[in-house]
Each structure stands twice: as C-alpha cells, then as structure tokens.
C-alpha cells in the first residue's frame, strides 16, 4: 500500500514558475513508477509526467513526457525522501488543473489506467 500526499500548487502569473511535490509513504518507494497526471473542469485526466522505477545496480531513470510540457516541465525524484518532483515553468493559462501524483508497481507508463496508486490532488491556476 502506497498513500501519496501532493503540495506546492497554487496561483501563478503566465510565465512563472510552481514546483510541486508528492511524498509517498512505505519503504519501497524506488520501486515505483511515478506519475503526474492533471484533470481541468469538464475535461478527462490527462498524462503529463512520469519517471521509472530505480533498480539496483542502475545508475539513472527515464523520464516521459507529454508533448504540451516537454522543455517546460521536469519531473524528478529523490528516493531517499520518498518524494518526487514536479518542476513546471514557462506556465501558460491551459495549464490550469487540478494535478495528480500516481504510483505504480510497474515500468513506466503515461496511461493513467495502469496507475495503481493516486493522490487527492493540488491545485494550480495560472492568470493570464
């Protein structure tokens, strides 16, 4: 069982910058495939981020992006906080939504379906 705690949204002028972070519960966060996901009023969650799991003897992660954020968000995280990482700049007003940690015990994926863990989400309003 994995719980996933968002923070760091919030209201932001076009152009700016938030970071959001999740921190996971449970000692085996590395082994997770983690994602972000943002859902916008009236519209379906959508894929955003995600990053592998980290295996032993492995020195680095893959990183996946949706194409409407690639070169202005990065996700990231740190396994011995058991948190990982949103960073989002260049913010434009349609990336308003409420946004979503997810955790999976799998490889890594952009399908919001084969997530097996969620967050209750922040909030982040970007003003044109």
């Known amino acids: 069982q994995v719980q996933l705690v968002e923070s760091g949204g919030g209201l932001v002028q076009a152009g700016g910058s938030l970071r959001l972070s999740c921190a996971a519960s449970g000692r085996t966060f590395s082994r997770y495939a983690m994602g972000w996901f943002r859902q916008a009023p009236g519209l379906e969650r959508e894929f955003v981020a995600a990053i592998s799991w980290v295996a032993i003897g492995w020195p680095g992660v893959s990183t996946l992006y949706a194409d409407s954020v690639k070169g202005r968000f990065t996700v990231s995280r740190d396994n011995a906080k058991n948190t990982v990482y949103l960073q989002m700049n260049s913010l434009k007003p349609e990336d308003t939504a409420v946004y979503y940690c997810?955790?999976?015990?799998?490889?890594?994926?952009?399908?919001?379906?084969?997530?097996?863990?969620w967050g209750q989400g922040t909030q982040v309003t970007v003003s044109s």
């Open positions: 997810a955790a999976r015990d799998g490889s890594l994926s952009g399908e919001y379906a084969r997530y097996d863990y």
